[in-house]
């Protein structure tokens, strides 16, 4: 089936430096990708929607200059996590529609984990 | 309110046995999507079954089925003949909107862990 993936797996930053995460659609094309913030013990929630070619939609809440998201092509959306705190740490998951896949088709990359010391 | 509620935030279930966990939703649009994944410790999305709003047959996937009572705006998830394997927190969610539209996004519940015990 479809995949997608996300790099890197695992990051440890200090803190104020710039972390980007790479999300890419291995085998189709992705419009929208979506990026999502998951704390331990807690849900996903949504942060953003990225648009290729277009600016992100940003969930209430969300800082746009803190969280820089851009999806140049059909199968990479990348978000930085600008001057990271500690607070930032967190397990961050991207996810892709493949549309002509049909309506089940909403596939997660595997996650990458950010420490920020 | 909440979109989608999970009410369990955990759950002993013994190998072998089904187990079912509950999920409600709320929206006002006719056209939605159901899905339930499981994710391990790991840290990975499983996807594990779909329901569209409009599907009127309960969706099944091997040892997983859902319960789709819309009138009750539930989409309950069982899982039969629980294995070991089957540990980990399991997530609700929901797509609002027309299935064909790439940018609907997820809206997940805030899970319900289990634990099958030998």
């Known amino acids: 089936g479809a995949v997608v993936s996300q790099h890197p797996s695992r990051v440890i930053c200090k803190s104020g430096t710039s972390v980007k995460i790479e999300c890419r659609s291995l085998?189709?094309?992705?419009?929208?990708m979506f990026w999502y913030r998951q704390f331990p013990k807690k849900s996903l929630m949504l942060m953003a929607t990225?648009?290729?070619?277009?600016?992100?939609?940003?969930e209430q809440g969300v800082e746009k200059d803190k969280f820089l998201i851009n999806h140049a092509s059909l199968t990479l959306s990348t978000l930085t996590v600008t001057s990271a705190h500690p607070e930032d740490s967190s397990f961050y998951i991207c996810?892709?529609?493949?549309?002509?896949?049909?309506?089940?088709?909403?596939?997660f990359g595997p996650g990458t984990r950010l420490l920020v010391l | 309110a909440q979109k989608i509620t999970q009410t369990q935030p955990g759950m002993f279930v013994q190998e072998k046995e089904a187990v079912t966990l509950d999920c409600t939703y709320d929206?006002?649009?006719?056209?939605?999507?159901l899905f339930w994944y499981k994710q391990p410790s790991s840290g990975e999305m499983i996807f594990l079954i779909y329901?569209?709003?409009?599907?009127?047959q309960n969706a099944t996937e091997g040892r997983y089925s859902l319960n789709f009572q819309k009138a009750r705006k539930s989409a309950n998830l069982v899982i039969s003949a629980s294995q070991l394997g089957d540990s980990a927190m399991y997530f609700c969610?929901?797509?609002?909107?027309?299935?064909?539209?790439?940018?609907?996004?997820?809206?997940f519940g805030g899970g319900t862990r289990v634990l099958v015990k030998p």
């Open positions: 969610a929901m797509r609002e909107g027309a299935a064909e539209a790439a940018g609907n996004k997820l809206t």
């Open positions: 990225s648009n290729e070619g277009s600016k992100a939609t940003y």
């Open positions: 085998d189709f094309q992705a419009t929208t």
């Open positions: 996810s892709a529609r493949d549309v002509a896949g049909g309506p089940k088709t909403q596939y």
């Open positions: 929206t006002s649009d006719q056209s939605y999507g």
């Open positions: 329901q569209g709003s409009y599907d009127e």
